[in-house]
């Protein structure tokens, strides 16, 4: 196993050395990137970011914009590229008043620019149409891209969009819906990804590699059947709500979970007898799609999408520029608050997971005797006392227990005040993460 991981790690990085691209695609964001992140962007080599700047709804032959964002000033260093979501229900969307309609639109939005990228899931139907409409909209500005299906590498499509766009952005997930009653399918299926990138390896047509940052949370009915993704929502309402049980271990990103009552994650009502699954992509996984798409023709990889602070979002822009890294997690106590910082101090991403019956993290802090009087969250989930095997309340506790579900690269979580009994001190304790393997050993607590 670690010389498989040797050869991806050496693969990966002949691929960055031989000018292979990393790019990402920004989605639903006004605030443009902060000046660390354009650091760490400098520092992973980026070149251009895909920014969502729009999205044009079809009513009828007129389209008409549904959503704007704004789209940040490119640097010597990093160029954003503007991206505009096309939706339509429209049998015929791409009429010749409908298209005068929308590169009307597209041309004022756009005004300036050397670049634009449209994202559009076109049926195979309306491949034809497109692509007309694609070279009427070239006429407006120099350089043209698309996203594109999976599925498009078959010979027809590819025939109808040659020199429709310059490049193609094939976003490699979603390959299939998910099929009533089957296991929900993870972001990113390794031998799925490889047989894509063999078919549109032999296009001939340029194009980039679109892979899967993001996580998903999904519902589904009792039968298994899927009622839609939950918009709004966090690792928090899925790790600690109670009414939620583990249908099986995390396995490549994917956790599901049923609801053996009614409830609610964030937004979305949950019935008793169905599930949620939430995904991100496996590390290892995506570490191996990144290496194989750079053994392909393709123009770079980019990854959908930008991160921000959201979980949602997925892995962290710190673990996406270092996928060789595994976290490593400190304790530092503070004796003027008497507070407990735990802090991520890698590049990678301690990311949500469930085994058996448990799920997410805690820190536990132990000491020979009930020296803990009181102590409060802070930025963890809950706090608890413990003595044993029992719980108890804390000013009986010889241990406290503070959960989090996730810990991001270089990101930190502090306890509320710990008020420890006269005479007593942080050196007499230790303490450990449960249920993270690495560092589930006890280790003393340095004040």
Not at 27 to 50: D, F, K
Not at 129 to 153: E, F, G, N, S
Not at 236 to 263: P, Q, Y
Request: glycine letters at 6%.
């Amino acid at each position: 196993m670690k010389s498989c991981v040797t050869l991806l790690l050496l693969i990966f990085s002949c691929v960055v050395a031989s000018g292979f691209e990393k790019g990402y695609w920004a989605w639903q964001r006004n605030e443009a990137p902060s000046v660390g992140e354009m650091q760490e962007l400098s520092g992973q080599g980026v070149r251009a970011i895909y920014w969502q700047i729009g999205e044009l709804v079809e009513t009828g032959a007129a389209w008409r914009w549904s959503a704007r964002f704004e789209l940040p000033v490119s640097t010597p260093e990093v160029r954003f590229v503007p991206v505009v979501r096309l939706e339509s229900r429209e049998r015929a969307p791409f009429t010749s008043e409908a298209n005068t309609s929308l590169v009307s639109a597209l041309a004022a939005a756009t005004r300036g620019a050397d670049e634009l990228q449209i994202d559009y899931d076109a049926p195979d139907r309306l491949i034809g149409d497109y692509a007309a409409m694609l070279k009427q909209l070239h006429k407006t500005v120099p350089r043209l891209t698309i996203t594109a299906l999976p599925h498009w590498a078959h010979a027809s499509a590819v025939r109808e969009l040659r020199g429709a766009a310059d490049e193609l952005l094939v976003m490699l997930y979603d390959f299939e819906p998910d099929r009533k009653g089957a296991p929900p399918l993870p972001l990113i299926v390794p031998e799925k990804i490889e047989r894509y990138l063999a078919e549109w390896n032999k296009t001939g047509i340029a194009w980039r590699v679109g892979l899967p940052v993001f996580a998903r949370a999904t519902l589904f009915d009792a039968e298994g059947k899927s009622r839609g993704h939950v918009r709004a929502w966090n690792w928090d309402d899925v790790c600690f709500n109670s009414t939620l049980e583990n249908v099986a271990s995390t396995n490549l990103g994917v956790t599901t979970l049923r609801a053996k009552r009614d409830t609610r994650v964030e937004d979305a009502a949950v019935r008793a007898g169905q599930m949620i699954t939430t995904r991100l992509p496996d590390r290892a996984a995506l570490s191996r799609a990144v290496a194989a798409a750079g053994q392909t023709n393709a123009r770079g990889v980019v990854f959908f999408r930008f991160p921000d602070s959201t979980d949602p979002s997925g892995w962290s822009l710190r673990q996406l520029g270092h996928l060789d890294a595994a976290p490593l997690l400190s304790v530092r106590v503070n004796p003027d608050t008497s507070m407990i910082e735990l802090v991520n101090d890698s590049d990678a991403d301690l990311a949500f997971s469930a085994e058996a019956n448990e799920r997410g993290y805690a820190l536990q802090i132990e000491a020979p005797a009930a020296i803990f009087r009181d102590a409060s969250e802070g930025d963890f989930w809950r706090v608890t006392g413990g003595a044993d095997a029992r719980a108890v309340t804390i000013p009986l506790a010889t241990r406290l227990t503070f959960w989090f579900s996730h810990l991001r690269a270089h990101e930190r979580l502090l306890t509320g005040m710990i008020r420890l009994a006269p005479d007593a001190n942080f050196s007499q304790a230790q303490w450990r993460i449960m249920n993270f393997a690495p560092q589930s050993q006890w280790q003393p607590l340095q004040p």
